[in-house]
C-alpha cells in the first residue's frame, strides 16, 4: 500500500508496485493490469496520481494500452550484446527464442549511390537486395533491409528460402564466406508511416535505427544493412572497462 507520509510521491509508490508485480509474475505478459479506477480505490488516491504512474510505465515499455480496454504488460525486452557479430537467428537461437521472417522483396538490382559507396563499387553494380520482417516467437521484432554483393553469392535467391533460413548461416557454408567485423552506428528515432505499419507499432513509437557494413577475412565490405527495430521489445548491451590514462 502506499504511505502518504513517505517521502516518495505517491505515484512513484504506485510504479515501484506495479513494476515489482510485473516482475514477480504476478501481472503476467499481455494480460490486463488493474484499471486506473481500481488502483485509485486501492491506493486512496485520484486518478490523475495512478495516470501519471502508468503514463511512465508505459514510456520506461513496461505496460501498454489498448483503446476503451486498458493497460497490458508490454513482452520483456531483448537483449543482444555489443560484443560479437551474429545474425538475428543465431541471436534467437541463443535466446532460446524461435526466429523467422516475412520476405517482404528478393531481387537483383543495380546498386544506388549510397549502397555503392557502402560497399565500395561502381554505381550500378548487381547486388542482392533482400527486405524482412524478423519475428521472434512470431512477434515482429525488425525491418531489415540488406544488400549483398551479387558477384560473391550467384543464384543466392533461386535456391534459398529466407523465410526460414539464416542469410549468414548460407553465406558462410555454401558461398565460404567468413565475416570478420563489421562497422555499427545505432540511433534512436520516431519511426515514420512505413516503420509504424510493418514494425505493427503505434505512431510516435521509439525505433532502434540500425547500418551496419560487414567485411569478410579479405576486408572487402560485401553486405550493407538498414534496419528498424522496435524501441519497445529490443535494446543492445556492452560491457564498458576502464581503460588507465597514460602517464607521461
Known sequence: ????????????????YVRLNIQKGVFRVNTRIPSERQLAQQFSVNRLTVS???KELAQEGMIYSRVGKGSYVCPPKINQTLQSLSSFTEEMKR??????SRVLHAEIEPAGEEVAEALSILPGA???VLVRLRLADDDVIALEKSHILNALCPGILLHHDFSCESLYHVLREEYGLR????HQTIEAQVANDTDHRMLETKGGAPILSIVRVTYNDQDQPFEYVRSAYRGDRY???TV???VEPQQD
Open 1 to 16: 500500500m502506499t504511505k502518504h507520509d513517505s517521502p516518495l510521491p505517491l505515484y512513484v509508490q504506485i510504479k515501484d
Open 52 to 54: 501519471k504512474a502508468l
Open 95 to 100: 535466446r532460446g527464442q524461435r526466429a523467422s
Open 126 to 128: 548487381e547486388v542482392v
Open 179 to 182: 565475416m570478420t567485423y563489421a
Open 235 to 237: 535494446r543492445f548491451y
Open 240 to 242: 564498458l572497462r576502464l
